[in-house]
T-cell receptor
Framework: NAGVMQNPRHLVRRRGQEARLRCSPMKGHSHVYWYRQLPEEGLKFMVYLQKENIIDESGMPKERFSAEFPKEGPSILRIQQVVRGDSAAYFC???????????FGSGTQLSVL | GEDVEQSLFLSVREGDSSVINCTYTDSSSTYLYWYKQEPGAGLQLLTYIFSNMDMKQDQRLTVLLNKKDKHLSLRIADTQTGDSAIYFCAEVYTGGFKTIFGAGTRLFVKA
């Protein structure tokens, strides 16, 4: 049973470009969470999704950021018109149900030049 | 509101015990977790405790929960250099069923 898979591992974008981060949850997990980790800081909750539904996006910036978890395929975190302040490690986690322990991917390190 | 607070750094000598402390805000949290993050990696669940427990022991790890003070601690006995990592305290916030993390405590183990 493969763990949570995130790709790419590293992503470099120039200011103004789009970044697409992918996350495949563990088999059997229908709950996906995205977190952002800035250097020397903890994890900040961004969004919580179940299949085809956004349950809680209270941590996501209102502009330029969006997330989806389609019926088929991975969850996608999309950042449009990236700025330098978007540079961070983005972690995806999955769980079989809400209120359950999370299994994390290895993260995507986004660098905006 | 949602807030989990931890001290940022802890340094211990190899063989000593490490105690990492955490305070949380959601008194109705069902689970409280400790995660470990090694450099360049994601978080791994270390241990967890149900809110109706005061203590949980798992080999070298002891978790203590004081619900009245909303205080959680993780004790690592016989700390080894391989225990050097960032340790995150987390609670499942029942208001939205999301897990809220502290800023992490960086544990340095000196040989």
């Amino acid at each position: 049973n493969a763990g949570v898979m995130q790709n790419p591992r590293h992503l470099v974008r120039r200011r103004g470009q789009e970044a697409r981060l992918r996350c495949s949850p563990m088999k059997g997990h229908s709950h996906v969470y995205w977190y952002r980790q800035l250097p020397e800081e903890g994890l900040k909750f961004m969004v919580y999704l179940q299949k085809e539904n956004i349950i809680d996006e209270s941590g996501m910036p209102k502009e330029r950021f969006s997330a989806e978890f389609p019926k088929e395929g991975p969850s996608i975190l999309r950042i449009q018109q990236v700025v330098r302040g978007d540079s961070a490690a983005y972690f995806c986690a999955s769980s079989p149900d809400s209120n359950e322990k999370l299994f994390f991917g290895s993260g995507t390190q986004l660098s905006v030049l | 509101g949602e807030d989990v607070e931890q001290s940022l750094f802890l340094s211990v000598r190899e063989g000593d015990s490490s105690v990492i402390n955490c305070t949380y805000t959601d008194s109705s949290s069902t689970y409280l977790y400790w995660y470990k993050q090694e450099p360049g990696a994601g978080l791994q669940l270390l241990t967890y405790i149900f809110s109706n427990m005061d203590m949980k022991q798992d080999q070298r790890l002891t978790v203590l929960l004081n619900k009245k003070d909303k205080h959680l601690s993780l004790r690592i006995a016989d700390t080894q250099t391989g225990d050097s990592a960032i340790y995150f305290c987390a609670e499942v916030y029942t208001g939205g069923f999301k897990t809220i993390f502290g800023a992490g405590t960086r544990l340095f183990v000196k040989a």
